[in-house]
């Protein structure tokens, strides 16, 4: 694994660890995207998770609201496009060997 998807996985472990539900559905998409496989602490937290969900427990319990709470859709969708325009550059660089930088 690259130091940036090792370091990707380890965010999403502290974020799920401070309560943020939502982390182990990215680390779930994540690992689907890099074909990767998930990591020890998102399969134990997915298993647990199901199994809450299989014994009567609600989905928005395991990963958290959709839409949290105070969002507008259009804040969402916009979100969602700055991730496809940064997407797209970093194609872009990597096909001409450029480098990109996450800072200023």
Do not use: C
């Amino acid at each position: 694994m690259t130091d940036d998807r090792k370091r990707l996985f380890e965010d999403l472990r502290a974020k799920y660890a401070g309560r943020d539900k939502r982390a182990l559905l990215r680390a779930v998409l994540y690992a689907g995207m890099f074909r990767h496989p998930l990591p020890d602490w998102a399969t134990d937290a997915f298993n647990a998770a199901l199994e809450y969900v299989e014994h009567g427990g609600e989905w928005d319990d395991v990963f958290g609201r959709p839409l949290l709470k105070g969002r507008h859709r259009d804040s969402v969708k916009l979100d969602a496009q700055k991730y496809d325009v940064w997407q797209l550059v970093r194609s872009l660089a990597v096909g001409k060997n450029m480098a990109i930088s996450n800072g200023g």
